[in-house]
């Protein structure tokens, strides 16, 4: 129950009219970044990071999370009208968005989506509530090799969930360390990978990467696409959202399901996209009507967005409760709080009390406010989308810059975010995932640094990874994730073998 | 995803450029060779188990080594695999779209540090817009002019961050 009187402390904090209007503003914003392509949640935030250096954190947190909860309503806006996936994790909801928007149903799609949305924010931040401060409790007592040890998890997670090949989930996260490594050791001051350059001595920032690798690559392969907007009107009114909602509550039991699938992949790092296709599936193969997912089922809408949005809310768990982010838009709003001044970890739950609660209590406020704002202008949005590319990208692309800029006041960090927007587009292409790149360029210093003082403590034994029975099985079950996808494709060879004909 | 695979199952001749596995081949060694700088520089640094745990280039040391091997893995994969990826890596028309962005936003980023952040993203929407879109004067002009000016009022004068400037803001008083 302490949870819920810090709670109200925490909507007391959300009382000052300033920081419901920065809420407001958020959404705004973020529903426009969610529509446009190039402009996503993680480098929106990142983007927009810069500018919220003056305001007090409390009012900046919930300013770029409200960004966040936005990015994840406005994805299902270009999905289901344009058939477009405006962020990866819709991607799932065009499958039956767009077919019911073709039949002439956008209002009852868009409703189930936002709902959808809404539903499953609202049962991660239940997770978080109760959960969070428990979890920074039990952290408190975390030393060095604990850290060490979660934080091979959360890599060891991205190399056995992932959907692309193991080698080059590999290579895409310790591209992310060798450049976090980048620059002065923090330990023994020492210049590493600097080659003698002034410029390199910084290292490189991961906000101007982000905007990089997620907004000029989503330009360049938009561009390679040839997108030419061509969507759906949409109507929403009162009597749709209605009739909608009316179906709604039978679909109960596969709405707690995407939620636990969510929350599950978004508090282990498996990220929003992942969740949404898994819960996709698995309505498909529970429900009654699972032969007409594809031809524009409601329930096929909702359970993808109960998903992605479970998991991009309950990715703050852990970046909250112990500084590791679940999601590369978490990361950016962890970089925030360093900026900010504040450390991210169980510490922030007894230091911070205001702030942690006034997020966790704007969570609560944003996504009720996000959900009446997309169902209000939806229209607004739809015909921003029709504003031609050739306007979109140069505005766009202006913004990256002027957002890569402002991350040091440094000219040179455009050219690095041109160059990661290069990468960026050679991985989607190549099948490398951006999000393990992300985090390992946010957390290789402090992974580093904890394995560190973890080996100073052991005086250089590595026993003491097995020292005691949690940081043992943390770091057991990260070498588990580590050889999954190889023990997965033994064991599917053997049975390919003793059946051959099912293989075949 | 599905758009696609749906286009680059029946290339037209004319539209080949290089296979997805030529590709990922490359990659794969551009990622190997920088590891081998990062191993390379962390060696020099210092690399080995002190009495008092890991050395400064323990950890990238290691990190490049992981990164070598990950990516030659790839690379075998990608050249012995028994179902290569023979698919067109990009059609030559959606190459020469794809340059069509990245050429000119190259030259943008060069004009920042001549003339400042405001001039040149004036230059670069209105070059875009009638190159690409083939807008009119009368259309061009209002974007050109209002999107810097709007970054300028919000920067400079609402949140008093500073962006790079040029002669030409000099000459104003900025």
């Not at chain 2, 060779?33 to 280039?57: C, E, F, H, K, T």
């Not at chain 2, 794809?98 to 050429?103: E, F, N, P, R, S």
Request: proline share 6%.
């Amino acid at each position: 129950m302490e949870a819920l009187t810090s709670l109200i402390g925490g909507f007391g904090v959300l009382a000052d009219p300033m920081n419901i209007i920065y809420m407001f503003v958020g959404i705004a914003l973020g529903v426009l970044i969610g529509v446009l392509p190039g402009l996503g949640g993680a480098n929106g935030v990142a983007i927009l990071l810069p500018l919220t250096f003056s305001m007090t954190p409390v009012s900046a947190i919930i300013m770029l999370s409200s960004i966040y909860w936005g990015a994840l309503f406005g994805g299902a806006i270009t999905s289901i009208l344009f058939n477009i996936p405006g962020e990866p994790w819709s991607v799932a909801t065009t499958f039956d968005g767009h077919p019911m928007a073709q039949k002439g149903k956008a209002g009852e799609a868009l409703t189930g989506a936002f709902t959808g949305s809404f539903i499953g924010a609202f049962f991660a931040v239940l997770l978080i509530t109760f959960l969070a401060p428990v979890i920074a409790k039990f952290a408190l007592q975390f030393g060095p090799a604990e850290f060490f040890a979660v934080y091979l998890l959360t890599f060891c997670a991205f190399v056995g969930m992932g959907r692309e090949p193991a080698a080059k989930v590999i290579s895409a996260m310790m591209l992310g360390f060798a450049l976090a490594a980048v620059g002065i050791d923090t330990v023994t001051g020492q210049l590493r990978m600097t080659f003698g350059s002034v410029e390199l001595l910084r290292g490189f920032d991961f906000l101007v990467a982000v905007i990089g690798l997620f907004g000029v690559g989503e330009i360049l392969l938009t561009m390679e696409e040839g997108l030419a907007f061509k969507g759906k009107s949409a109507a929403i009114n009162a009597k749709v959202v209605w009739e909608t909602w009316k179906k709604l509550p039978k679909y109960w039991v596969g709405c707690l399901r995407s939620a636990i699938v969510g929350c599950w992949m978004g508090v282990t790092p498996g990220g929003a996209t992942p969740a949404s296709f898994m819960s996709y599936g698995l309505a498909k193969k529970f429900s009654k009507n699972g032969n007409n997912f594809g031809k524009g089922e409601l329930e096929g809408v909702v359970m993808p967005e109960v998903a992605a949005h479970a998991a991009g809310t309950s990715a703050l768990l852990p970046m909250l409760t112990l500084g590791i982010p679940g999601s590369p838009t978490a990361a950016v709003l962890l970089g925030g709080l360093l900026i900010w001044g504040l450390q991210p970890g169980p510490l922030l739950f007894v230091e911070q009390k205001d702030f942690v609660w006034g997020l966790i209590a704007s969570i609560y406020l944003g996504n009720i406010a996000g959900l009446i704002v997309v169902l209000t202008t939806v229209p607004i949005f739809a015909a921003i989308l029709r504003i031609p590319f050739s306007v979109i990208a140069p505005v766009i692309l202006v913004i990256c810059a002027v957002g890569a800029y402002t991350v040091h006041n440094a000219g040179l960090d455009i050219a690095v975010m041109l160059v990661f927007g290069v990468i960026g587009y050679l991985f989607k292409k190549l099948q490398y995932p951006l999000a393990p790149l992300v985090l390992a360029l946010v957390l290789g210093d402090m992974a580093e640094s904890s394995f560190r003082q973890a080996m100073l403590v052991s005086q250089g034994h590595l026993s003491i990874f097995w020292s005691n029975p949690l940081v043992g099985s943390i770091v057991t079950l990260a070498l588990v994730m580590l050889v999954w996808p190889l023990v997965s494709k033994v064991m599917a060879r053997l049975n390919g073998h003793k059946e051959p004909a099912a293989a075949e | 995803m599905s758009t696609e695979s749906g286009h680059s199952a029946p290339t037209a001749h004319n539209e080949k450029t290089v296979t997805n596995r030529t590709m990922d081949a490359a990659v794969a060694v551009l990622f190997m060779a920088l590891a081998a700088v990062v191993m390379s520089d962390s060696w020099r640094v210092g690399a080995s188990w002190a009495s008092d745990g890991p050395q400064a280039g323990y950890f990238p040391f290691y990190v490049g080594l992981i990164m070598f091997i990950a990516s030659t893995v790839t690379l075998v994969t990608a050249l012995v695999s028994r179902h290569p990826d023979l698919g067109n890596f990009v059609d030559r028309s959606q190459l020469v779209s794809v340059m069509q962005v990245l050429i000119p936003t190259t030259v943008y980023v060069g004009l920042i540090f001549l003339v400042g952040i405001y001039l040149a993203s004036a230059v670069f929407i209105a070059f875009f817009m009638w190159w690409l879109g083939k807008y009119p004067v009368a259309k061009i002009i209002p974007v050109a002019v209002g999107v810097p000016l709007a970054l300028f009022v919000m920067f400079e004068i609402w949140f008093l961050v500073p962006l790079p400037k040029g002669p030409l803001e000099t000459a104003l008083g900025y």
